[in-house]
Each structure stands twice: as C-alpha cells, then as structure tokens.
C-alpha cells in the first residue's frame, strides 16, 4: 500500500500564498513523477505542475511565473509554492505520484485532496 498526505491548504486573500505539501509513504521502491493536479466546481480535474525524479518540471500556462513545483527525493515529498493566487486558483488540489513498488509494478497514487481558497 502507497499512501500521500497533503497538507497546506486554506483560505487566503488574492495575492497572497501558500505551500501545500505532499508526502508519499508505504510500499515504494522509487518514485518517477509527482505532480499537482487541480478540480474547481463544474470543471474538469486538470494538471498543475509536475516534476520527474530528475527535476525537471512542467506547468499549465495559467500558473507559470507564479507556482513554483519541487520534491525533496530522500522525503519522498513534492510541495507547491503558489504566490499571487487569484480566485480563478480556488481548487482542490491533489498530489500524485508514479510509484514503482517492491512487486516491480508501476502504479499512480493520489492524495487526498486539499482545499485551496481565494477570496476576499
């Protein structure tokens, strides 16, 4: 079994940040790549960022300059920086992670999800 915690998330002002966190633990092996997915009310559950085990990244064109995505690899942990939010980012957002467990298969996780809210 694979588990992800999320932490970090909340209710804050246009303009303001927060970091969520995202640790992975259980039946791992190694992890390839984590990343942040987000799903607002009557809208489709679309990718935020992500980022291989080697570092590199990728983000959806409505939080790039303003998220940033990173991991700590010894954690198996991957936080999202998010500054300037807007109240289009208001979300659940969930972490997941492409694990390759002991049994040597290959199998996505999700955490639980954490609720993001912009507002005034």
């Known amino acids: 079994q694979v588990q992800l915690v999320e932490s970090g998330g909340g209710l804050v002002q246009p303009g303001g940040s927060l970091r969520l966190s995202c640790a992975a633990s259980?039946?791992?092996?190694?992890?390839?790549?984590m990343g942040w997915y987000r799903q607002a009310p009557g809208k489709e559950r679309e990718l935020v960022a992500a980022?291989?085990?080697?570092?590199?990244?990728n983000y959806t064109d409505s939080v790039k300059g303003r998220f940033t995505i990173s991991r700590d690899n010894a954690k198996n942990t991957v936080y999202l920086q998010m500054n300037t939010l807007k109240p289009e980012d208001t979300a659940v957002y969930y972490c997941?992670?492409?694990?390759?467990?002991?049994?040597?298969?290959?199998?996505?996780?999700w955490g639980q999800g954490t609720q993001v809210t912009v507002s005034s």
């Open positions: 997941n992670a492409d694990v390759f467990r002991y049994d040597k298969r290959w199998s996505k996780y």
């Open positions: 259980g039946n791992i092996f190694s992890i390839n790549t």
């Open positions: 980022i291989t085990s080697g570092g590199i990244t």
